[in-house]
């Protein structure tokens, strides 16, 4: 799965997991990254408001996203 910027410099973590409804809610986004379920660039993220760019991929209950 992909996910255009569309022009923007970032999206933060959490909402990306909310955007895509990967979670239920902005809530459930920030647990399940403090309680280290979200792997960005092959690393454990606990940043709830990590930036994400253009060419970082996040990986998360099984689905796997690449920053466009």
């Given at each position: 799965m992909?996910?255009?910027?569309?022009g923007k410099e970032y999206i933060e973590l959490n909402k990306l997991l909310k955007t895509l409804n990967l979670v239920e809610?902005?809530?459930?986004?920030?647990?399940?990254?403090?309680d280290g379920e979200v792997v960005v660039n092959?690393?454990?993220e606990?940043?709830?408001?990590?930036?994400?760019r253009v060419g970082d991929?996040?990986?998360?209950?099984?689905?796997?996203v690449v920053i466009k």
């Amino acid at each position: 799965m992909t996910f255009e910027l569309n022009g923007k410099e970032y999206i933060e973590l959490n909402k990306l997991l909310k955007t895509l409804n990967l979670v239920e809610s902005g809530g459930v986004a920030k647990m399940v990254i403090q309680d280290g379920e979200v792997v960005v660039n092959n690393e454990i993220e606990l940043r709830v408001r990590r930036k994400l760019r253009v060419g970082d991929e996040v990986e998360f209950n099984e689905e796997k996203v690449v920053i466009k």
